[in-house]
């Protein structure tokens, strides 16, 4: 949930975004008029506490639509070590 998310992992997320650089690989999507699906890769770069971070980071949704809204109902995310 949000609120879950906020009280685990949010900060710790911020703190790593603010000290590395994402460059974007390749994105995809798809779907129909009621479910869409995107996925995007990234190169994450930088230093975090001292320690030199290089990864390949993958991220997919998935939304549904909702009326004339779009709502993401699922996000995965992955990374490897470069």
Do not use: C, P
């Amino acid at each position: 949930s949000k609120a879950e998310y906020a009280a685990h992992h949010l900060q710790a997320d911020a703190e790593f975004s603010q000290v590395v650089t994402r460059k974007l690989e390749s994105r995809a999507s798809g779907g129909d008029d009621n479910f869409a699906w995107v996925t995007s890769t990234e190169k994450v770069t930088g230093t975090l506490g001292g320690r030199s971070i290089k990864s390949r980071s993958v991220e997919t949704m998935l939304l549904i639509k909702s009326g004339t809204e779009w709502r993401i109902t699922h996000i995965h995310w992955s990374s490897a070590k470069l």
